[in-house]
């Protein structure tokens, strides 16, 4: 296996409000990245897993999202119709 250091992965953050914000453009990437990898033949099992995958990254952006609008838990993120576009 590569070696991996973590700490090349991490980013640091100045406060709560600014890692909601990171959180956001994460799922934004990730959700982008499931999708270009979905545009491939694939096998079904792979499918349903990247499928899986991008729902999961879904419901993380909007949970970030209603942190960094202030929202309660449980109403709608603005994520809704949103396009994802890699960088």
């Not at 991490?10 to 959700?31: P, W, Y």
């Amino acid at each position: 296996l590569p070696q991996v250091n973590p700490e090349d992965y991490l980013i640091s953050v100045e406060s709560v409000q600014a890692a909601l914000e990171a959180g956001v453009q994460a799922e934004i990437d990730n959700i982008a990245m499931y999708e270009k990898f979905l545009e491939q033949d694939l096998p079904d099992d792979v499918r349903l897993a990247f499928e899986s995958l991008k729902s999961a990254s879904e419901s993380h952006l909007q949970a970030f999202e209603r942190g960094t609008t202030g929202n309660q838990a449980g109403q709608q993120g603005n994520s809704t119709n949103r396009t994802f576009t890699s960088n």
